[in-house]
């Protein structure tokens, strides 16, 4: 037994040859598989199983009408408060927006003070100020 394995290692195959090889047995198999997939789906046409009942249905047959009230509430309170956060929501956005563009706009005002300083004083530029 071993000795054949041995002989089977020492012989040199085309790795062509052993592509091909596996690419026929794998089409092989998706042949069989094919077939038995069309002969399932042939063997019985007219033969249906019924449709398993919605989780939701069954639920809703087994739990008071409370309960689904209360389910109703819940949806349309999350609904609204999320209608209430998006609209928060936007209006920080346009604050903030404001605010970076405030912002750029002071900067631009002290950059227009400090060359009106070094003109007017020499010496005494921004890189004099001992905060900056």
């Known amino acids: ?20 090889g596996c690419l026929l047995i794998f089409g092989f198999f998706l042949f069989r598989l094919q077939r038995r997939n069309s002969q399932a789906s042939t063997s019985s046409p007219l033969v249906r199983t019924p449709r398993p009942r919605s989780e939701t249905l069954r639920r ?10 209360w389910e109703v509430e ?6 609204d408060f999320s209608a209430r956060l998006d609209t928060k929501l936007a209006a920080l956005q346009q604050l903030v927006l404001m605010a970076d563009q405030r912002l750029e706009s002071l900067d631009d005002r002290i ?8 003109r007017l004083v020499p010496g005494n530029g921004p890189q004099d100020k001992p905060f900056k």
């Open 74 to 79: 819940m949806h349309e309170f999350v609904r």
């Open 111 to 118: 950059g227009k003070l400090d060359r009106l300083l070094e």
């Open 1 to 20: 037994m071993h000795r054949v394995f041995l002989l089977l290692a020492e012989v040199e195959l085309n790795p062509y040859l052993f592509v091909i």
């Open 60 to 69: 809703s047959e087994t739990r008071p009408a409370e309960l689904d009230r």
